[in-house]
């Protein structure tokens, strides 16, 4: 008798827990229920699409889960793989991935206190740049495009996360608009963070900051059906629309040309979206591809270009050109070399040029670790910065052979083409324009905050990168600006705008300072490191 009555108590106790997780997960549109002794109506969010058709939500404040109710993803491990890989290095990445089976096990709470540990212990709060040049383009590439308009409509949003907040800030705010960002601050010690995170608190300041809390505003909750009700904010909403895995299967992307706030900076060496699967396939490249990148570079300094570039497009690299016929000197009489002006993408510019007009050039550069230097093929000059030291220096290596400059000073990895120094425009009449572009699909091959003698194994590694060379008209620069019919200014625009056309990118007035403020917190003249 006591068992049967055992068996009986333990067969209701599991019906309850299972009937109350399946009010949670699955709401109707008409079913209302109190919690915490507030009043709130929980709807489908394909009813919120009619709501919105109408000017209503004009004065209405919404407030958000990111990650259960934006991003299209719900995963959480890409992101903080992102972290761990380029703020803690290989081995934390590995840690993080071995540990991936368990923390599914967990619950999501621990689930997420063990990943904030993993990535986050012993790392320096100062130097901690991801979250906002690393994730934000992860995070734009994530965001559901019809999620995304429906937040443009309403007056105020407020966002609310279970990621630390140093990861989510700037991009919420930054590149989306977000008014307040509500989320849990990571804990320091002596400048460095302990992996833990602080308890959610009750009170939100920059809420009230923004006057969000105001009673006569229309208080409007989205979020997804397993974090509706683990966050205190969410009770001051009267409606609160639920989210499914189905819902957001459904969502487009949203377009580059929506952004409200052009990314064209960002940095990181993973070109992959860091899933589990895809992790577990880089992990497992990483050596091959440290080979291979090693061979590459054996091949390209120690054989002949007609020799070294079949056995490269055998191993996987791609060259694909177009050049016009170069005539003789436009209106020089004393013969010079020709100058080729590149926009630029990897240090291995130079070097593919060369590879497509099978001539040995001398490449300027305005920095160079000395570890490239010493395995770059062709020759290499720098550049001091000082206009006229640099000018004499160039019209003398152009009186003994072609060079090759890249006008913006730094890398650019998105479809941009930063502001061109004008020097070039003065030093001769034979300027060629070179539209270059790449792609690659593991890994970048340019850094800001990183080592950038790596750089050009970094692009070597990828299976199969693609160069594409694009060899332009000749532009008419010294003589022109001698006579006055344009300046120095206009010409360097002029090649600027060229390449752009060539390219499909888009010119803008960025400088090398400007991508070193965002990304690395500096101006980008310090020494590099080798």
């Known amino acids: 008798m006591s068992k049967a009555f055992f068996f009986k108590s333990l067969f209701f106790f599991l019906y309850r827990i299972l009937f109350r997780k399946s009010l ?14 507030s009043f709130k109506i929980y709807h489908k969010y394909p009813s919120l699409s009619h709501r919105s058709s109408s000017t209503d939500l004009t004065n209405s404040t919404l407030i958000f889960n990111m990650e259960g109710a934006l991003l299209k993803s719900s995963s959480l491990f890409p992101y903080f793989m992102l972290v761990a890989f380029e703020a803690g290095g290989l081995f934390r990445s590995i840690v993080l991935f071995l540990l991936y089976p368990l923390i599914c096990f967990l619950s999501q709470e621990m689930g997420l206190k063990l990943m904030v540990m993993i990535c986050f212990f012993g790392i320096k ?14 995070y734009l590439e994530d965001v559901g495009l019809e999620m995304f308009e429906l937040l443009q409509k309403g007056s105020k949003r407020v966002a609310v996360t279970n990621f630390p907040i140093v990861m989510v800030e700037s991009f919420l705010r930054d590149y ?26 009750k009170y939100v300041p920059c809420m009230e900051e923004k006057d969000l809390t105001n009673a006569s505003s229309d208080m409007i909750a989205i979020t997804d059906f397993n974090s509706f009700p683990d966050h205190h904010v969410f009770s001051c909403c009267k409606d609160v629309y639920l989210v499914s895995e189905t819902d957001k299967r459904n969502w487009h992307t949203l377009p580059r040309e929506r952004y409200p706030k052009p990314l064209i900076f960002h940095d ?8 589990p699967l895809t992790t577990l396939q880089a992990l497992m490249w990483g050596p091959l591809g440290v080979t291979l990148a090693v061979a590459r570079i054996i091949i390209a300094v120690s054989l002949p270009y007609d020799v070294s570039c079949p056995i490269l497009a055998f191993s996987g690299l791609r060259l694909t050109t177009k050049k016009p016929k170069l005539e003789g000197p436009l209106n020089n009489p004393k013969h010079k070399g020709l100058l080729y002006v590149c926009n630029h993408r990897t240090l291995l510019d130079p070097l593919y040029l060369a590879f497509t007009l099978k001539n040995n050039l001398t490449a300027l550069t305005y ?14 000059v720098r550049l001091t910065r000082n206009r006229d030291q640099d000018s004499q220096k160039m019209e003398k290596l152009l009186s003994e052979g072609d060079l090759v400059v890249c006008p913006e000073g730094t890398t650019c990895r998105e479809p941009y083409l930063l502001r061109f120094s004008p020097l070039f425009s003065e030093i001769t009449d034979e300027i060629v324009p070179v539209a270059v572009s790449t792609h690659v699909s593991m890994f970048h091959g340019t850094t800001a905050g990183g080592l ?12 199969s990168p693609i160069y594409t060379i ?18 120095r200014f206009d010409v360097a625009n002029h090649v600027q705008g060229e390449l752009g056309k060539a390219l499909g990118f888009e010119c803008t007035a960025l400088t090398r300072r400007d991508k070193y403020l965002i990304l690395a917190g500096n101006e980008g003249m310090v020494t590099c490191k080798s």
């Open 452 to 463: 950038k003698c790596l750089d050009p194994i970094f692009f070597l590694m990828n299976p």
């Open 470 to 487: 694009q060899i332009l008209e000749k532009v008419s620069g010294l003589y022109t600006c001698q006579d006055g019919s344009r300046s």
């Open 176 to 201: 989306l608009q977000i008014d307040c960002v509500v989320g849990r601050e990571l804990k320091v010690f002596r400048g460095y963070y302990l992996g833990v995170m602080e308890e959610n608190k």
């Open 367 to 380: 920095s160079l670790s000395r570890m490239s230097e010493i395995l770059a093929p062709i020759r290499t």
């Open 268 to 275: 990181g060496r993973l070109a992959l979206r860091p899933t």
């Open 125 to 138: 709060k100062e130097s901690f740049r991801v979250g906002t040049a690393v994730l934000p383009k992860f």
């Open 24 to 37: 949670r997960r699955s709401p109707s549109n008409s079913h209302a229920f109190s919690q915490s002794s």
